[in-house]
């Protein structure tokens, strides 16, 4: 069993649909990223977190520490937003990342 | 203030060749991280250096690979006499700090190596 699992692994939608990609993990962590990687392209960091929520645009981010689990949501989502989806966990004092395979999203027109 | 720069973005090699990618972190970051993605599997962690220092690189395939962050000039990671299986994207990432809830990464764009 993976240390990080997100799920679903495949998600398609509408344009303007609202949309919620998870994420577990099964170790102590200090830190969870949410990253997004374009098909063939470079990888950007979206949220950096350890604890509550953050907001950034129509991204929304939320974690629960003793559930081990993490929420990305995309609202109003757009076909730009079509893109890999990745969750990272860092259990060390700094950024020795573990990786999700990653959540393939679709937004169609 | 440019972001963190990765070249070559494309690298072709023959078995047996070596490659040579190279990493320049942001202005002012002194911690880089490089990270491997394999086709069709999800990145791993595979070395964390600060300036002349190796501090984890527990990630690293044993032999053929190596990692320096010299005081002056890039990051770079070697792959001496390369083979197929070390085909993959190449990711750098850099921090300003250590702490892995304080220092925010930046990515590079990758180095995509190509092994003939």
């Known amino acids: 069993k993976n240390e990080v699992e997100q799920s679903p692994q495949n998600l398609t939608a509408q344009e303007g649909e609202f949309i919620t990609i998870n994420c577990s993990y099964s170790v102590g962590i200090s830190a969870l990223h949410w990253l997004q990687q374009h098909p063939g392209g470079g990888i950007v960091s979206l949220f950096m977190l350890s604890s509550g929520k953050k907001k950034h645009g129509r991204l929304i981010a939320t974690i629960n520490i003793q559930e081990k689990h993490s929420s990305l949501h995309i609202t109003a989502s757009h076909p730009r937003d079509s893109a890999v989806y990745i969750c990272?966990?860092?259990?060390?004092?700094?950024?020795?990342?573990?990786f999700g395979t990653g959540t393939r999203l679709l937004v169609s027109p | 203030n440019a972001g963190v720069m990765q070249n070559p973005r494309h690298l072709v090699r023959r078995r047996g060749q070596e490659a040579r990618l190279r990493c320049s972190p942001m202005?002012?970051?002194?911690?880089v991280y490089w990270y491997r993605q394999l086709p069709e599997e999800g990145l791993k962690f595979m070395v964390y250096l600060q300036k002349e220092n190796i501090i984890d690189e527990s990630g690293m395939p044993k032999e053929r690979f190596s990692a320096e962050f010299p005081k002056e000039g890039p990051s770079i990671l070697r792959i001496q006499q390369v083979v197929r299986g070390d085909s993959a994207a190449y990711f750098c990432a850099s921090s300003s700090e250590a702490g892995s809830n304080t220092g925010e990464l930046f990515f590079g764009e990758g180095s995509r190596l190509t092994v003939l």
């Open positions: 202005k002012g970051h002194s911690h």
């Open positions: 990272a966990v860092s259990n060390t004092g700094f950024q020795k990342l573990v």
